[in-house]
């Protein structure tokens, strides 16, 4: 079909070589033979009037013209496949969507988890794919490679709608044995104790805790640098070191990980986890029925400090007293367990 001259096929591969920025990742993504991907190069070349892309190695370089033609081009195709090709009824128990999400593996732990499950009762075709947080995405919801976003609010874009799910904060935790933990904890003494922390994923975002101490002017003194808040408790057992973690993450691994909550001698304000979308997913069926559900499920979730003594939960501030079993680590290649109590 064409518009004004322009064969509207060579816009779908014009968007997947902008995407792939291969000639065969972008044949295949579209279904193409490489040589009719070669011709559609060719076509939209003379079309513009430029030559689009350079190679680099095996890689599509895209020239300004094209870099300019990537948002309307993306954009374009993404209202034609909503508001013309997608309109339709959504029918969970039929339906084989795919919702791309990008979230934490501290969120999937102790809130996504419900989600799956929750998707795997009423809609067991529908596919589910978790991926980490990216600077970019902004870009990703933009471009409709990101069906949802779960970052703190603090994180998110004002581009794109958003919803609360859920409020956490940070707590300062430690090896049942640590013997830095054994007396209250003092600012100066909590700023001189070797930490394990979080260097964030998002190259251009700093992880909350370190955006207080940023702001503070002041600077912790790091032993071991990890990827995530889940990566952090392993690092803790058979130390003195401390780390600090998300409450609910500390609840969902308490049952499993013999940690110690100690109260920080300073206060840092609460979280709020919110959920984020493309605006022209508004009016996507599927993309509404899955977001009604992650809310649904994050207003069933109860206080992270709402725990009990039966259920073996410590509550912050709580001392405990440890077993002379042994202790889940690997100290000198010996395994160990340590069974830690409410005194």
Partial sequence: MR????????????????????????????????????????????????????????????????????????????????SIISHYEFNPTESHRRFVIRLSDCSTLVFFRRVVARVSRDAPNVKLELRP?????????????????????TLMSSAHPKAKLFEDRLVCVGCCTNKQLSRRLTFERYMSIGQVAVRSALARKSAIEECFFLEQGLKRRIDVSVQSFSMIPAMLLGTDRIGMLPLRLVRHLE??????????????????????????????????????????????????????????????????????????????GCSMRTHCYPS
């Fill in 3 to 82: 518009f004004k001259g322009l064969d509207l096929n060579l816009l779908v591969a014009l968007d997947s070589l902008l995407t792939e920025r291969t000639l065969t990742e972008a044949a295949r993504r579209i279904n193409l033979s490489q040589p009719a991907m070669s011709a559609a190069v060719s076509r939209l070349r003379a079309y513009f009037g430029d030559e689009l892309f350079a190679m680099k190695g095996r890689r599509l370089v895209p020239t300004l013209r094209a870099e300019r033609l990537a948002t309307p081009v993306r954009e374009a195709l993404l209202q034609i496949q909503l």
């Fill in 133 to 153: 947080p990216a600077d970019d995405h902004d870009e990703l919801l933009r471009r409709g490679e990101a069906d949802f976003v779960i970052l703190p609010d």
């Fill in 255 to 332: 049952k499993t990980t013999p940690l110690r909550i100690v109260d920080l001698p300073f206060s840092l304000p609460a979280f709020t986890e919110t959920v984020q979308w493309p605006a022209f997913h508004n009016s996507d069926p599927a993309s509404t029925w899955m977001r009604e559900l992650i809310l649904q499920e994050a207003s069933c979730m109860a206080p992270p400090d709402k725990s009990t003594q039966a259920s073996g939960v410590l509550k912050l501030g709580q001392d405990v007293r440890v077993s002379s079993s042994i202790l889940w680590s690997d100290l000198n």
